[in-house]
C-alpha cells in the first residue's frame, strides 16, 4: 500500500490508526486459532484471565474491570457459554444476577491458551522493540478520557467554532 490516508492524517484519525492495528492484531490471531484448531475468539482472552483469577464473577464484575459495556460482556459470555467455555448460574442472594465461571472444557484448555497467549505476549514485546513507552502515552489518554469525556471535549471545541 502506497498511499496511507490514515496516516497521512497523524492525529486527526488516531481513533481509526488504532482500530486498524487492533483489527489487524485480532485478525491474524483468529487466523492462528483456525490455524491450530483451537475454538476461541481474541476478544475472549481477557475474560478468560479474569475467571482465571476471580473463579466465579457477575457480568458486571466482568464488565467494570475489563472497561467494558455491559452488552457487549453479556454477548461475550453467552458465546463462550454456547462453546462451552463458560457456566452460568443465578446468583443465591440476588436471582437477577448471573454468576460466570470457567467450565471444565474451559479449565482443560487453559494450560494450551496460556502457552499462545505467552506467544502472543513475546511477539507484541518484539513488535514494540522491547520500548513499552506506549503505554504510558496510552495510560495517560485514558485517564483524560475517565477525567473528561471526549464527547464534552470535542462539544466545546465545536461550540467555541460555530461562536466566532
Known amino acids: ?44 482472552y481477557l475474560v478468560f484471565m479474569l475467571l482465571q483469577k476471580k473463579e466465579e464473577v457477575s457480568i458486571t464484575d466482568i464488565a467494570e474491570p475489563l472497561g467494558y459495556s455491559h452488552p457487549s460482556v453479556v454477548i461475550i459470555v453467552k458465546k463462550m457459554a454456547e462453546k462451552g467455555y463458560l457456566m452460568i448460574k443465578k446468583d443465591s ?18 494450560p494450551q491458551l496460556e502457552k499462545i497467549w505467552d506467544s502472543c505476549e513475546k511477539a507484541i514485546l518484539k513488535l514494540l522493540s522491547e520500548d513499552l513507552s506506549i503505554l504510558s502515552y496510552l495510560d495517560t489518554i485514558d485517564q483524560e478520557l475517565k477525567n473528561e469525556s471526549f464527547h464534552h471535549r470535542f462539544k466545546q471545541e465545536y461550540l467555541k467554532t460555530i461562536q466566532s
Do not use: C
Not at 93 to 110: C, G, H, N, W
Open 93 to 110: 442472594t440476588d436471582q437477577r444476577k448471573q454468576m460466570v465461571s470457567l467450565s471444565p472444557k474451559a479449565i482443560e484448555i487453559l
Open 1 to 44: 500500500m502506497d498511499f496511507d490516508f490514515i496516516k497521512e492524517l497523524g492525529y486527526k484519525a488516531l481513533d481509526s490508526r488504532l482500530k486498524r492495528i487492533s483489527d489487524r492484531m485480532s485478525h491474524d490471531v483468529r487466523k492462528f486459532y483456525k490455524e491450530f484448531g483451537v475454538d476461541v475468539e481474541p476478544n475472549w
